[in-house]
């Protein structure tokens, strides 16, 4: 069949995500352009607006420009300690089992966005690094088998977490939020995670993602004359998708080898950590923040991979997931100090709340969010600039100021599926290539959106 005949016989959702894609590929810098340019705009309105000189918005920039070095580093830590645990043997194996249960493509398609969605609820790093491995095994499985699958939406399937990550524990804004001393404690208080999760509006969008997203996936899967030949630069990566072995540091029998690669050290650490997690929840119960949510990630992973060797590897490989996170926040904090300290901040919050109705204030945050999200993909870099601005107009309209975070919160993973920011793990671990599944992912991004309206419009936190 032609490449013309596929393509008319596509729906419409995949036609107008494989048109946004041809746009984005061509148009999209990398975020950390947006970064800078934001920081441009961001001190030129000040200057316009505020009537601050210069030199006061250039100290302004400055005097924010360090404070989220803590922030950065626990956003970090998220991103990298769930690619650890996911690169361990013991999940690997998992998956795997996983990946045995699809018959057809359709099932795959489903399957890869079910659990993909669950883990994202507790680790979006892990989501996308699991969902990956498993669109990939079960692509390698179908294959075997001489079933019809299409990788591409699988591949995007397994980008899904971080479109539905929001309304789980690890939320970035409501992770924040939860955490003493947060940026914004001043102005909020510390709201527990109960409360951020157990709303009737995040309730509903929960069941709405686990029941319809997958649906949905399984009716975007193409019938078998519609699949698309895997791209040849991937074939190469559907050959790991059996292995599960450790990868094995070279030994020459050291005494530092030795210690490097004894499974007592990764143990007793591991033990350390697990056993304070094992206290905090008995005391605390499910009173989540950043810091614990690292702890028992960091010290799961030395657990699982057995050797503080294999340990470092692994953590070294997954690093390179946050390099834009370690860049880019330091820009962010710039942007808040500008708007923060030249008053900018409260004019945006007076101007947004002077354009809303209690009815559509949700709405708005939360397309301004997804407009945001473009410009500064990371949900805790956008929270630092949009944050302050959520709350400020949520107290002018008398509002709920978690309704407005939870719809910052939203926005910010809703257009995630639009662009390529996050998907560097999957794209690695699938081979592909962003063209690939910005198609799909767009498209569900597209029939999601509906959710999130209605979430906001006319449910109660």
């Not at 949900?379 to 107290?395: L, R, T």
């Not at 999601?448 to 906001?456: C, D, E, K, T």
Request: hydrophobic share 50%; net charge positive; glycine share 8%.
């Amino acid at each position: 069949m032609s490449q013309e005949t596929k393509q008319s016989n596509a729906s419409w959702l995949v036609r107008m995500g494989e048109s946004f894609t041809r746009v984005s590929e061509k148009y999209m810098p990398d975020p950390s352009i947006f970064a800078i340019l934001l920081t441009l705009i961001a001190f030129t309105i000040s200057i316009l607006v505020m009537k601050v000189s210069p030199l006061e918005s250039l100290d302004n920039w400055y005097k924010g420009f360090w404070t989220l070095l803590q922030f950065a580093m626990q956003m970090s830590l998220v991103v990298i300690v769930g690619g650890v645990v996911a690169d361990t043997p013991l999940v690997k194996t998992l998956i795997n089992k996983v990946a045995a249960i699809p018959k057809n493509g359709r099932q795959a398609a489903f399957t890869v966005t079910l659990v993909t969605i669950l883990i994202s609820f507790f680790q979006f790093g892990l989501s996308a690094v699991v969902g990956a491995l498993l669109a990939r095994n079960i692509t390698h499985s179908l294959q075997k088998q001489r079933q019809a699958v299409e990788y591409r939406l699988l591949s995007a399937c397994s980008y899904i977490g971080y479109m539905t990550w929001c309304v789980g524990l690890s939320s970035s804004v409501g992770l924040t939020l939860a955490t003493p001393g947060h940026f914004l404690e001043s102005e909020v208080g510390v709201i527990p995670m109960s409360q951020f999760m157990f709303n009737p509006m995040n309730i509903f969008l929960t069941i709405s993602f686990l029941v319809v997203v997958p649906t949905l996936a399984y009716f975007l899967h193409p019938k078998n004359e519609g699949v698309q030949p895997i791209p040849e630069y991937a074939l190469a990566n559907l050959k790991m998708a059996e292995d599960t072995t450790e990868k094995k540091v070279v030994k020459n029998e050291t005494v530092g080898d030795i210690l490097n690669n004894s499974p007592i050290i990764s143990y007793t650490i591991g033990l350390f950590g697990l056993i304070y997690c094992i206290r905090y929840f008995m005391a605390n119960g499910i009173n989540l923040d950043l810091n614990i949510i690292n702890t028992l990630f960091l010290f799961l992973g030395l657990l699982l991979h057995g050797t503080v060797s294999n340990f470092v590897a692994s953590f070294g490989r997954s690093t390179a997931s946050a390099a834009g996170i370690i860049f880019q926040f330091p820009l962010y904090a710039g942007i808040m100090g500008i708007i923060s300290y030249s008053g900018l901040g409260t004019v945006i919050a007076e101007w947004i709340a002077g354009l809303s109705t209690p009815f559509t204030f949700y709405f708005w945050t939360f397309i301004i969010a997804s407009v945001l999200n473009f410009f500064t993909p990371s949900g805790g870099g956008q929270w630092a600039v949009q944050g302050p601005i959520a709350i400020n107009s949520a107290k002018l309209m008398n509002g709920s100021v978690l309704k407005a975070s939870l719809a910052v919160a939203y926005g910010n993973s809703w257009t995630n599926m639009a662009q390529p920011f996050w998907a560097l793990a999957v794209l690695g671990i699938t081979g592909l290539k962003a063209k690939d599944i910005m198609g799909y992912s767009a498209a569900l991004m597209i029939v999601s959106g509906f959710l999130f309206v209605v979430a906001l419009l006319f449910f109660p936190v």
